[in-house]
Nanobody, 119 residues
Framework: QVQFVESGGGLVQPGGSLRLSCAAS????????MGWYRQAPGKERKLVAR???????EYVDSVKGRFTISRDNAKNTVYLQMINLKPEDTAVYFC?????????????WGQGTQVTVSS
């Protein structure tokens, strides 16, 4: 059974920082690309950042220079360090694990953690 434990969300003032964590179990973590997505109220879920199994990272333009995704395969955990947070970063943040195999796509989601940026 695949499970994720997400943590680190909360309320922060503009310009503040948060670090999200997502600990995975039930998968061979090192084989999966990991990503963080976010969904604001009334909007679609969108990619924020992802890191491949070999450590290659990708970010959407709006978070470049402010967010850093990293992974610790020994702890089966992916992180999202967020600095200089803006009100428009307010959303529920979801952890994702994805792997392409001969069977197709294995795609798993965490339960989400709320990030609110407000003064």
């Amino acid at each position: 059974q695949v499970q994720f434990v997400e943590s680190g969300g909360g309320l922060v003032q503009p310009g503040g920082s948060l670090r999200l964590s997502c600990a995975a179990s039930g998968i061979i973590f090192s084989l999966y690309g990991m990503g963080w997505y976010r969904q604001a109220p009334g909007k679609e879920r969108k990619l924020v950042a992802r890191i491949s199994s070999d450590g290659t990272t990708e970010y959407v333009d709006s978070v470049k220079g402010r967010f850093t995704i990293s992974r610790d395969n020994a702890k089966n955990t992916v992180y999202l360090q967020m600095i200089n947070l803006k009100p428009e970063d307010t959303a529920v943040y979801f952890c994702n694990a994805r792997r392409f195999s001969v069977r197709g796509i294995d795609d798993y989601w965490g339960q989400g953690t709320q990030v609110t940026v407000s003064s």
